[in-house]
Each structure stands twice: as C-alpha cells, then as structure tokens.
C-alpha cells in the first residue's frame, strides 16, 4: 500500500509518520516538495506518485495571519483539498482531511454534531469549511475529520507556549470562557492509523465527515493550570495563573467560546474513541518517543 502523506514538519504530520510507520510506503511531501498553493504541481505529483490512499495533514493554519492573506488561506485550505479529491477520486484512492472546530462561531450551548450548520467567525474558519465543501462536492471516498485545540511537544502550540511562559513570568493571565477538548497530534494520529487499519481489512465503516477531538471539557484557563501542576510536580517555578474574559484578549479573529465537539458518530461507525484530555496531556508529557 502506497500512503501519501501531505505535511512534514506540522503536529499531526510530524506524529503521523511515527503512527503508520510499517503500514506501507509512507510518501512524505512537504511545502518544499509540493507547494498546495500550485494546483497544477499538485495534479502533477498525484498522477506521478499514483497513491493508494491520500492523507492530507497540511494547512495554512495561522489564524489571525489568515485576516490579512485572505487568498493564501483559501489557496491552502479550500483550492486544494478539492484538487486533491479530484485526483483522489480518479485514482480510486480515499482522502482523509483534517478540518477544525472554527468552523462553528461557538454560540451553542452544547457540544456541536456533524449536523449543525457551520458559521464561521474569520477567514480560517470559512476556508476550512470551504474546503470541507470542496472535497464533499467531488463525492469521492473521504473521511474529513474536524478536531479541535491540537497541540504536542513540537512546533507551535498552547502547550509549549505556556510551559515557557509560566516559568518566565510571575502572573499569567490566561482567558477562561472559551471552553474545549485540548487533543493531543499523538492521539490524532493513532486514530487515522485506525482508521486505515479498519479500511485495508475490508471494515472500513462510511466515509464522511466526522468529529474528532478528546472527551472531556476545560478552558485554556483550566488546561493552562493542568500543565502548572505538571511544572510544579518536577520542581520547576510557575507563575500565577489569573483567569479572565476572551473579550480582555482581543485578536483579529474572534474565537468560538464553545469548540466543543460531540464524536459520537465515530464512535459509533468507525468504533474508535479518544482518551481524556487530561489523561492524553499527561501521555503526551511522558511519551519517549517525543522527549
């Protein structure tokens, strides 16, 4: 089986590449290998690489940068998911996408369903759900999962940020009224092995669009004190942690102060169900593989 994996250097990509290690041929591209702003290299690579299964882990995924380069962001997360679909389709080959909560505007007062009708509040959101659209158009084999506050001991993230942080300052405020499931890329990952795991036996359940995120619920204020604990268990200095509103943080795009999602339907389809956020944080601290 030939796997061709989009991204290299990204969270999920990174864990990716540990995950399916042995599944087959893992064919990694990056932005340097394949630009996905450039559609013509993309059909290009996909009718010369003739993969058995596309995953696509990249993502123009700077979301206030997004405001400002409206037609880069759409490039990335709309234009060429739905290339990708199409040469999928052709080579009779299943795509599975990463989409984010940021498609929801966070108004609901309960966690959101595969139903409910997106609205997204900035322009990484709505080219993320552009892109969700693009791909269910051509109607090829998919499987679009949307997760949520993604972060691992790599690149650029709330954990990394805040393990530095909170040994750097004596008070940190941090907002406490958007709610969701921190996930883990580690655990991302080895649900996308599962699912390819399930496909390659003949048990593949419907392709579609699905939630997938950690159970459980907190705020960035309560993950941020998770991680405090952590710090403190080790011995290392923290700073005082101050919750406050989102609305005393402002950004260029405002977030939805509800991002939780309900993954029932994966559970149910697909039988695969992530841990607890709090006990993936704590897998993710201790996993040797990252360290």
């Known amino acids: 089986m030939k796997i061709l994996l989009l991204g290299q250097h990204g969270q999920v990509s990174r864990e990716l590449q540990l995950s399916l290690h042995g599944q087959g041929e893992l064919i990694v591209r990056g932005r340097a290998q394949l630009d996905l702003a450039d559609p013509a290299q993309i059909r290009q690579q996909l009718r010369q690489l003739r993969p058995d299964l596309i995953i696509n882990a990249a993502a123009y995924t700077a979301v206030d940068q997004a405001e400002s380069e409206p037609e880069l962001a759409f490039a990335i997360n709309a234009t060429a998911p739905g290339i990708l679909a199409e040469e999928a389709a052709a080579l009779g080959a299943p795509l599975i996408h990463y989409s984010s909560d940021y498609v929801f505007d966070g108004t609901k007062n309960t966690p959101y369903s595969e139903e409910d009708a997106p609205n997204p509040l900035g322009v990484y959101g ?96 309560g993950f941020a004190c998770a991680i405090a604990e952590r710090l403190r268990m080790q011995g290392k200095p923290t700073a005082a942690l101050q919750p406050i509103p989102a609305s005393a943080y402002p950004t260029p795009t405002r977030r939805p102060l509800n991002s939780r999602l309900d993954c029932a339907r994966l559970q149910r389809d697909w039988q695969i169900q992530l841990t607890d956020w709090h006990s993936a944080l704590l897998e993710c601290l201790h996993s040797p593989r990252q360290a």
């Open 126 to 221: 709505r080219s993320k759900l552009a892109g969700e659209q693009a791909i269910q158009a051509v109607g090829g084999a998919h499987l679009i999962l949307r997760t949520s506050w993604v972060y691992s001991l790599h690149g650029r993230n709330f954990l990394l940020s805040m393990q530095r942080l909170l040994q750097e300052r004596d008070e940190l405020k941090v907002v406490a009224d958007q709610i969701g499931a921190p996930t883990w890329a580690g655990s991302i990952a080895a649900a996308t092995a599962q699912v390819i795991q399930h496909w390659h036996a003949g048990q593949a359940g419907p392709w579609g669009l699905y939630h997938l995120s950690a159970q459980g619920e907190v705020s960035w204020f």
